[in-house]
């Protein structure tokens, strides 16, 4: 198990290499001994084959998402775990787009993806995963998952720490004995609050747990500018533009949902 005392951790590139390229910046800039991203690389965004160059350069560890395993193994959804109509339309339009350009050595290199990693982060064993330790695309939103869920699957997994992403809304619980759960959020797109820039986590543990969600900014007008130039939905380019989420949003929680426009 390779121990670290300072990372950084994302979610989410959603095939948004500029975000991407800004958040690797600005992590080595805070010294951030390793980098690691918990899926999701592509869809939403335009040309995902830009992504996978970027990662290897930086030598970034990735976990496989839902997304990168439906890519990865040629299947015909996302498997994103959407349940009302709205949300899997636009899903399946970004999932299709995204499957066919994509490179097939990349979707090979998305098979060998590890789905859970563990870690030592200073004093805490912790687990980096994607939905959640127990499925890759469970949803755990702050506003509906219970501390003694939480506590429970640290308990079941043996962790002090579990890293997740998949919602999109970064977030973070702590909990008895020192022990924490923290949704990374994503970099791909804004998180729903009216600002263009994303969001990703910067953690150490030094000895103590320290925990930073650190907002980063990129030329968001270039991006939308290209997902135009790919015939991507009006809808997924206001999003980057406007920071508020315009699709996949029947998923969301009522209090998620109460904090954005739609």
């Known amino acids: 198990m390779n121990s670290y005392t300072k990372i950084a951790v994302f979610g989410g590139i959603y095939s948004n290499y500029l975000a991407l390229e800004e ?94 990693l563990m870690i030592q982060l200073g004093k805490y064993r912790t687990l980096l995963c994607h939905g959640s330790p127990r499925r890759v695309n469970e949803f755990l939103w702050e506003s509906t998952t219970s501390r003694a869920f939480l506590e429970k699957l640290l308990d079941d997994y043996q962790a002090d720490l579990i890293l997740c992403t998949h919602t999109g809304l970064h977030w973070h619980k702590a909990l008895l004995r020192d022990r924490h759960v923290v949704n990374v959020g994503a970099i791909g797109r804004p998180a729903n609050d009216g600002q263009p820039s994303v969001w990703y986590a910067m953690i150490e543990a030094t000895p103590q747990f320290r925990l930073e969600f650190l907002s980063i900014h990129y030329d968001y007008e270039a991006l939308a500018e290209e997902m135009k130039e790919e015939g991507l939905p009006e809808e997924f380019i206001e999003t980057i533009l406007s920071g508020w989420w315009t699709t996949c949003l029947e998923i969301l929680p009522s209090k998620e949902r109460a904090r954005g426009k739609y």
């Open 23 to 116: 958040t690797i910046k600005d992590a080595r800039q805070r010294g951030a001994e390793t980098l690691f991203c918990l899926g999701d690389l592509g869809g939403f965004g335009p040309n995902p084959d830009k992504v996978f160059p970027i990662l290897w350069r930086h030598d970034v560890q990735v976990i496989q998402g839902n997304y990168d395993d439906s890519i990865g193994f040629r299947k015909h959804d996302c498997a994103c775990g959407y349940t009302d109509p709205k949300d899997n339309y636009f899903a399946q339009i970004s999932f299709d787009y995204t499957a066919k350009k994509t490179r097939d050595r990349y979707k090979d290199w998305l098979q060998t993806l590890p789905t859970q």
